[in-house]
Structure formats: structure tokens, C-alpha cells
């Protein structure tokens, strides 16, 4: 199994899927790839616009589905070499995409063609756009599955729960002038946003001891701040955005209004631009009988439980939608993002055992009891 997934996520890897810029269609070789090493399945590759693709694909009457994106980020200029050619070293492989999550596809690819078992599987390619098109037109069609597993890099254990998300554009309105003079505080768009900036960090340490879940704390980041002329005129405008995981014990709307607020004067614009759910979703009851349910997967399947964790995945739109839905693939998301990105072969060979079981074993059929 570990010699075909290799093979694979060597040429999943060789395609372009940077997202940004968002430029996928679905013309791109990567959908044609995948197409033609899954024999026997029904294939469907839908463009939602934007660099959204989606292929579904279906093999005999399966009661899971598997989803994985395809998109990866942009690569940094830290790579050591060419981060669209995969390299093997003695423990593990190096390529753009490999841990997050493209490995995952690959031995989804190599699982299906070690058997003939009953699956599906939808890949996608705009889980890094903060755009979820893909998900969103999947989960209109209103298909029935008992479980949705979502590979995000989770080093081969069920994730049950995590974060949500939030991210949000804010604008901030100055007026023009010479630097040299002494200036009203709400002159410089900048240093407005500067002073949000303090506020915010204040107000996400104030917040460092709640906890949910093994979960601790709020996760905030400021990830880009633009704006300004020049050194010595007064920023007439700026532009921040930042973003934050909350609890699923936390009221993001809450969250938002106090952040909004920080601002002095009130921003020109606060937009939320991006909203996640937790894992699982609904309310706590509802929230522990899907939490409960997605165990039962796990355990029937012998994947091993994992820690709830921070980052957010799209196993929670599937929650939302009413699915029971865990998070499940190979890899450390340490790696993730990050110049010369890896996974160990034995997190490949892991988790290219159990998918093959779970997909050729004949355990999916004891399900429903």
C-alpha cells in the first residue's frame, strides 16, 4: 500500500494547486489524474467558480464518505528546492501539500485500487480560500451518509472536536497630512489600527485561562495590516485583517461586537469575512450525541481517539449540516504551511492501512447495527 500512495502523492503533488490565486479550473490535469486511477467508480467533477472543483466519486452503495481538499497554500520562498517535485528521504517525503493533505488522497487513490470495497469520496480544492463552495454545494444535495471522515493532518488519530473560526476585514479612515506637526489621535489611519491592535492582544490575554474540552484559551491573530503613503505623510487609510478561534463554549458574535469596539474612532468598515462553526455542532446536548456517534465510528473501525484540537476543518460544516463527522489523516499539522513540508512514510503507511480497511474490510456494513 505504501509504494502505490507514494506513487500518487507524487503526481497529486506535481500538479499547481496553490490557493491562492485561486487560478483551479477544472481542466486541470490534477481532476484527470484522479479520474483515471479510480476504475469502476462514478465520477463527477463539478467547477463552482472561483478555483472551486469538486470531484465526487462513488463506488457500490457506500455509507461513508471521505473528503479531502486538494488545494494547498503558496509556497514560501524558505523551500529548499522545487516544492512541486515530491523528494523521498529515509523517513519521510517533502512536497508541497504532502501533510495537508494531499497524502490522504493518495492513499484514498491507493486503497480503492487494493480492492473492490463499496466507497466515496469527495475531493475539493478551496479549503484554503476560506470560501467553501465545494462543501457547501455537497451538502445541498442532501445525500445520506452514516459518517463523513475529513483528512486534515491529525497524526493518524480520530479528532472528535475543535475550534471555530472567525476572520475579519477592517478599515480604518485618517486624513492626509504633513508628519512634521502634532497630531490628533485619530488622524493617522495607522496608528488607529496600531491601537487596536493592543486592545485586541490585551483582550485575548485577559482570556488565556478559559478553557472547554481540554481546550485552553482564545486563538487570535493579526494577519495583515496595509496602508499608509510614506514615512513623513499621515496614513489617510489602512486596511487589517485578523482572525480568531474561539471555544465552542464561546459567543463568536459576542466576540465580534468586543473586538469592533476596541476601535477609537469606530472603524470605517468591520466586515466579518469568513465563520466557522465548531466541531461538533448544534447545541451541547446535540453536540455530545454527534460527538458520541463519531466516536462509535472511530471505535468501530479501531482509529485510535486523538485530543480535541485548534485548528478548524470542514468536518464542522458537515456537523452543522446535520452529518456525523470526525477528522481523521496522516501527518503533523506542525508541518503544515510550512517550507519543506513533510510526512513520515510510517504516517502514510498508517494511514493508508486503515482506509484500506475501512474501504475493503466490510466493516462499514455493521454501521447501522
Known amino acids: 500500500m505504501l509504494d502505490a500512495t507514494l506513487q500518487h502523492l507524487q503526481a497529486l503533488v506535481s500538479f499547481d494547486t496553490r490557493n491562492p490565486p485561486r487560478a483551479i479550473a477544472a481542466e486541470s490535469g490534477i481532476f484527470d489524474y484522479i479520474r483515471a486511477n479510480l476504475p469502476?467508480?462514478?465520477v463527477e467533477v463539478i467547477d463552482h467558480g472561483a478555483g472551486a472543483v469538486s470531484l465526487y466519486a462513488v463506488r457500490g452503495a457506500p455509507k461513508l464518505l471521505f473528503n479531502v481538499h486538494l488545494d494547498t497554500v503558496p509556497d514560501s520562498p524558505q523551500w529548499s528546492a522545487d516544492p512541486l517535485a515530491m523528494r523521498r528521504m529515509d523517513d519521510r517525503v517533502v512536497g508541497l501539500g504532502v501533510c495537508d493533505i494531499k497524502g490522504a488522497a493518495a492513499a484514498l487513490i491507493a486503497a480503492a485500487n487494493a480492492g473492490d470495497g463499496d466507497a466515496a469520496f469527495l475531493f475539493s480544492?478551496?479549503?484554503?480560500?476560506?470560501?467553501?463552495r465545494c462543501i457547501a454545494a455537497f451538502l445541498a444535495r442532501g445525500l445520506a451518509f452514516d459518517g463523513v471522515l475529513v483528512a486534515e493532518p491529525t497524526r493518524c488519530e480520530a479528532v472528535l472536536a475543535h475550534r471555530g473560526?472567525?476572520?475579519v476585514l477592517m478599515r480604518?479612515?485618517?486624513t492626509a497630512g504633513h508628519a512634521s506637526g502634532r497630531q490628533d489621535p485619530a488622524a493617522s489611519?495607522?496608528?488607529q489600527a496600531v491601537r487596536w491592535g493592543g486592545r485586541a492582544l490585551d483582550h485575548v490575554e485577559s482570556l488565556a485561562h478559559a478553557r472547554f474540552g481540554g481546550l485552553t484559551g482564545l486563538r487570535f491573530n493579526i494577519g495583515r495590516v496595509?496602508?499608509?503613503i510614506k514615512g513623513n505623510v499621515i496614513a489617510p487609510a489602512a486596511e487589517l485583517r485578523f482572525g480568531f478561534r474561539p471555544l465552542p463554549s464561546m459567543d463568536i458574535d459576542a466576540l465580534l461586537a468586543t473586538f469592533a469596539g476596541f476601535a477609537e474612532p469606530a472603524a470605517a468598515e468591520f466586515t466579518e469575512t469568513f465563520r466557522g462553526p465548531s466541531l461538533p455542532g448544534g447545541d451541547v446536548a446535540t453536540a455530545e450525541e454527534r460527538r458520541l456517534a463519531?466516536?462509535?465510528i472511530a471505535d468501530a473501525f479501531e482509529l485510535p481517539i486523538g485530543n480535541a484540537v485548534d485548528f478548524w476543518t470542514e468536518a464542522a460544516l458537515f456537523s452543522a449540516a446535520g452529518y456525523t463527522a470526525l477528522v481523521y489523516g496522516p501527518g503533523d499539522i506542525a508541518q503544515a504551511h510550512t517550507a519543506d513540508e513533510f510526512v513520515t512514510l510510517d504516517q502514510l503507511?498508517?494511514?493508508?492501512g486503515s482506509v484500506h480497511r475501512i474501504i475493503n474490510g466490510g466493516s462499514a456494513a455493521d454501521l447501522r447495527g
Do not use: M, Q, V, W
Open 40 to 42: 469502476g467508480f462514478e
Open 125 to 132: 480544492s478551496d479549503e484554503e480560500a476560506n470560501d467553501p
Open 165 to 167: 473560526i472567525a476572520s
Open 172 to 174: 480604518f479612515a485618517g
Open 189 to 191: 489611519a495607522l496608528h
Open 226 to 228: 496595509e496602508g499608509g
Open 294 to 296: 463519531a466516536r462509535d
Open 349 to 352: 503507511r498508517r494511514y493508508a
